[in-house]
């Protein structure tokens, strides 16, 4: 499973406490039917034997859809159950133990919080990592979100895979794609989801969108409709799915913050904001001051 060819878009990990009453594998088999395709068993609770249990229903599953199984954690469950993959955090085991105990072709990701985290894991040899809490995240208590710079940061200098999560929702999903992002994870916004499948479709959608409009880019074709646009906004380059600027304005959370905006070298008046299109290539500066100065 491992190698130059792994990759993927939408990753699902596991959350009983958010589908009371419903069952773990039904849940994260409509994941996968809307689009998901990378999953992680991850379960802080249950003892060993329950979590073995789990962990081969899951690569079951999996290995019936032909996607890739992770264990967040333990190495050793993973090679228990067969899985593809193990994921760890900053605290645990280092990345060239657990490659020694589970062997060259499994894949091994790591949690990152900051850019410096990230370049050591990739240095490490890491197969993918996880960039986040992108927000904060009841998955992640008392662990400070990292932020949509940290995105922007990944996508700027690292090579590898790796998938933006913490937090995140439809309703905030434009906005960690415009910092950069091709790849998205979600827990509670897909398993607490009465109809996780038409979430994951709509996840999954989004980011294609994504793709298509950045191949459409490269080829010089026509952009499809409702795809992000190139514009370098405050001296990076980037996308968004915005398409006037006050949209823009509002996604970086500085509507109702001292503003002024200029757009190719013209400042646009507050009132102007909302009819003022965004167009491919275009430069915008937002000046936020700050304080009574």
Same mark, same amino acid.
């Given at each position: 499973?491992?190698?130059? $060819? ?5 990753? &699902?990990?596991?959350? /009983?406490?958010?589908?009371? #009453?419903? @069952?773990? !594998? %039904? *849940? ?80 091994? $990701? ?5 850019? &410096?985290?990230?370049? /050591?894991?990739?240095?490490? #040899?890491? @197969?993918? !990592? %996880? *960039? ?80 298509? $409009? ?80």
């Amino acid at each position: 499973m491992r190698g130059a $060819g792994f990759d993927f878009r939408l990753y &699902a990990i596991t959350g /009983e406490p958010y589908h009371p #009453g419903r @069952d773990l !594998i %039904g *849940v994260m088999e409509a994941a996968i039917r809307g689009g998901a395709d990378i999953v992680q068993l991850r379960d802080k609770e249950s003892p060993p034997s329950r979590l073995l249990d789990k962990a081969r229903a899951l690569r079951e599953l999996t290995r019936r859809y032909g996607v890739p199984f992770i264990v967040n954690d333990h190495p050793e469950l993973a090679l228990a159950a067969e899985a593809d993959g193990v994921h760890l955090g900053q605290e645990d085991m280092p990345i060239a133990a657990a490659r020694r105990m589970l062997g060259e072709d499994k894949i091994i $990701g790591v949690s990152t919080h900051n850019i &410096a985290q990230a370049r /050591e894991a990739v240095r490490q #040899g890491a @197969d993918y !990592i %996880g *960039v986040g809490p992108v927000y904060p995240t009841p998955t992640k208590p008392g662990r400070p979100a990292a932020g949509l710079e940290f995105v922007r940061q990944a996508a700027a200098e690292i090579a590898i895979p790796w998938v933006a999560i913490g937090g995140i929702t439809l309703d905030n999903a434009d906005e960690v794609l415009d910092a950069g992002a091709r790849r998205l994870c979600a827990v509670s916004a897909i398993v607490g989801s009465p109809d996780p499948e038409a979430i994951s479709r709509e996840f999954r959608q989004r980011i294609e969108a994504r793709e298509a $409009g950045r191949s459409a880019r490269l080829s010089g074709a026509e952009l499809p409709a409702g795809s992000p646009i190139p514009i370098r906004l405050n001296g990076r380059e980037t996308e968004t799915t915005a398409r006037t600027l006050m949209e823009l304005i509002e996604r970086h959370g500085l509507a109702d913050r001292r503003v002024v905006a200029e757009v190719d070298g013209e400042i646009v008046a507050r009132a102007a904001w909302s009819r003022t299109p965004l167009k491919a290539g275009a430069t915008i500066e937002l000046v936020h001051f700050k304080g009574g100065g």
